[in-house]
């Protein structure tokens, strides 16, 4: 009896260390807790047959524990357990629990064994579709799904889903109980489009990363929800083989987008693009970098103004991490409460604000700012800047949409990223400045491969995109349309040389303050001549220096000295050939 027993436990345990080591499919798992289980009831009842036939106790204490499934076993057996010493009790108390758990582990198992055949069947038809697959239900997910359901054939899927609940039933889906790397896809033939979608964004890092390891040699497209550079970082120095990955950072899209549909040089006095930024926290920071170099623009002056509690504490971290940014452009910090007198000077003083944005932190701050605001510019001025803000609730930011005064004036703020405000209307995935990105990727690569490649390539792509309306605004002016191909016939009817040099210099300022605003510096040349021998590149990406951060007119002398060291390359051909780009790619 004791042996049965101590064997009993060494079986448990090796059965927990193994399903512990290996991630079994669901259906698989449970097969193999019931298995261990049944095999611990045969071995503790072994001893209590009194046979001396080792064959005759053997079957019989199997065929006593396949019985105990069902219920259907006299349990007399039981009263041949010697219950004089506490060994004796330990060894009824386990034959007991194994009797009691082993008929809930055979109904859960063959519950999970038929709903998970069925889902296998379901997804075995969709082998052939398009199929798109969301690491978790939420309500970033749910959006997302409801664009596919209307304009695609394909099939959903979303996992890690635990309850059925009404709300997730309104249009054709596939839920499974299962984690993103518990299902297999290496049978599915059509496109595969992958969401790591889940509120962890460390989660999301750590699937994708597993996927990766998982899937390196299929084509399949997986998009990384996930706010911080670590992701970059930690993805670009993977091989992702052949996975095409994507990592969002839904923050800086968001901008991307609000810049795009509000552009900087509306409204704009006298050719001035003048920001109003009341918040500078993630949000607000994000937004002066990226409106810097999209505000710059030939015959156009830029300038800022930054109003927050902390605004030198946000200046000096600037100034560490960007060390030439600030030094380089007009902006000015100010700290200081929205509501005081100072506040309300400084944006006096500035006079010819034409763009707000408000980022403060909480919905209703950044309304009651907006409003006031707004009272501000109309009492003192007469005139009406663009005003956004950074509105979360869903609920507010379509109300906000709506806001008119008591005489039905309307307020004229535009609210942005809530979750459907970024994820409904292809903002965030397969917007059209992706489109325009992979374009311009291609102007200098055959293929798209070296652009999924790293996010550095990625989001500097993105920049020039989103900066081609911006460029052909500055041209053509009262003829401009707002409609890329429109403008872009227009552009290409009136295009000469000395345009070309105008928008290629304009280029370079635009890259100049792009580079600067993600941390890079000017390599002189014997910064060049140190590092170049190591990384056989003139750009230096870890330590974020580039000789080609100067003027337009000091490219030619930077391209000599290059040469002098061995590096053929004419710096000014990459700011002419985003120009030419647009006669020929779009």
């Known amino acids: 009896m004791g042996i049965a027993l101590y064997l009993t436990i060494l079986i448990a345990i090796l059965g927990y260390l193994l399903l512990k080591k290996y991630k079994l499919e669901a259906k698989y798992r449970f097969l193999v807790v019931m298995g261990i289980i049944l095999l611990c009831l045969a071995i503790l009842v072994f001893p209590l047959f009194d046979t001396n036939d080792l064959t005759l106790r053997i079957i019989n204490s199997i065929y006593y524990a396949l019985k105990s499934i069902t219920l259907n076993e006299e349990i007399d057996i039981l009263a041949n357990i010697s219950l004089h010493n506490w060994f004796g ?96 896809l290496n049978d599915y033939q059509k496109n595969i489009t992958v969401y790591m979608i889940s509120e962890n964004e460390e989660q999301n890092l750590n699937n994708t990363l597993e996927f990766i390891n998982k899937y390196k040699n299929k084509s399949m497209m997986v998009y990384v929800i996930n706010n911080t550079e670590e992701a970059s970082t930690i993805l670009d120095s993977t091989d992702k083989g052949n996975l095409k990955i994507d990592i969002v950072n839904e923050t800086e899209r968001a901008i991307f987008s609000l810049l795009d549909t509000y552009p900087l040089y509306e409204n704009s006095i006298s050719n001035v693009i003048s920001l109003l930024i009341i918040g500078c926290g993630n949000v607000g920071s994000e937004f002066l970098k990226d409106a810097t170099w999209c505000g710059t623009l030939p015959g156009y002056k830029f300038k800022a103004l930054v109003i927050d509690l902390n605004a030198d504490k946000i200046k000096e971290q600037m100034e560490i991490e ?62 009406k800047p663009i005003i956004n803000i950074w509105i979360q609730s869903e609920y507010k930011r379509e109300q906000v949409d709506r806001l008119v005064n008591e005489m039905n004036n309307s307020y004229d703020i535009n609210a942005f990223g809530s979750i459907k405000d970024m994820y409904f209307t292809k903002k ?110 003139h750009k230096d990406y870890l330590g974020r220096r580039h000789p080609a951060l100067v003027s337009f007119d000091e490219l030619d002398k930077v391209s000599s000295e290059l040469q002098k060291i061995g590096i053929n390359r004419d710096l000014k051909n990459s700011d002419y050939d985003i120009i030419k780009m647009m006669l020929d790619k779009f």
């Not at 582990?105 to 082998?127: E, G, P, Q, R």
């Not at 030439?324 to 006096?348: G, H, P, R, W």
């Not at 701050?365 to 501000?376: E, M, P, Q, W």
Request: glycine share 2%.
């Open 89 to 184: 009790w330990i060894y009824f108390l386990c034959v007991n629990g194994l009797l009691i758990a082993l008929p809930i582990f055979t109904v859960s198992t063959l519950m999970a064994f038929i709903n998970d055949l069925f889902v296998d069947i379901k997804l075995k038809k969709l082998k052939y579709k398009n199929l798109y697959i969301f690491s978790e239900m939420n309500e970033k997910s749910l959006t997302i799904a409801k664009q596919y359901s209307k304009f695609d054939n394909g099939e959903i899927l979303f996992l890690n889903v635990n309850n059925k609940e009404d709300e997730f039933e309104s249009f054709k889906a596939i839920k499974l109980s299962d984690g993103i790397n518990e299902i297999n």
């Open 322 to 383: 960007m060390p030439e940014f600030l030094k380089n452009y007009d902006i000015t910090f100010v700290n200081c409460d929205i509501k005081s007198k100072e506040a309300m000077n400084a944006i006096k003083k500035a006079n010819d604000i034409n763009y707000v944005l408000v980022s403060m932190e909480t919905d209703r701050k950044n309304l009651d700012t907006a409003i006031n605001i707004r009272r501000f510019f109309i009492r003192n001025y007469e005139r």
């Open 428 to 537: 965030i995935v397969n917007s059209e400045i992706e489109e325009i990105a992979k374009k311009i990727h291609l102007a200098y690569n055959k293929t798209l491969d070296n652009y999924y490649f790293s996010e550095y390539n990625k989001r500097s792509s993105r920049a020039s995109a989103l900066h081609v309306k911006y460029k052909l605004y500055s041209i053509l002016k009262e003829k401009y349309q707002n409609n890329l191909q429109k403008d872009l016939d227009s552009f290409r009817k009136i295009y000469n040389q000395d345009m070309e040099d105008i928008l290629a210099r304009n280029e370079h300022e635009r890259w100049n303050a792009y580079m600067r605003s993600i941390g890079y510096t000017c390599a002189t040349i014997e910064d060049l001549k140190k590092y170049y021998k190591e990384l056989n590149s």
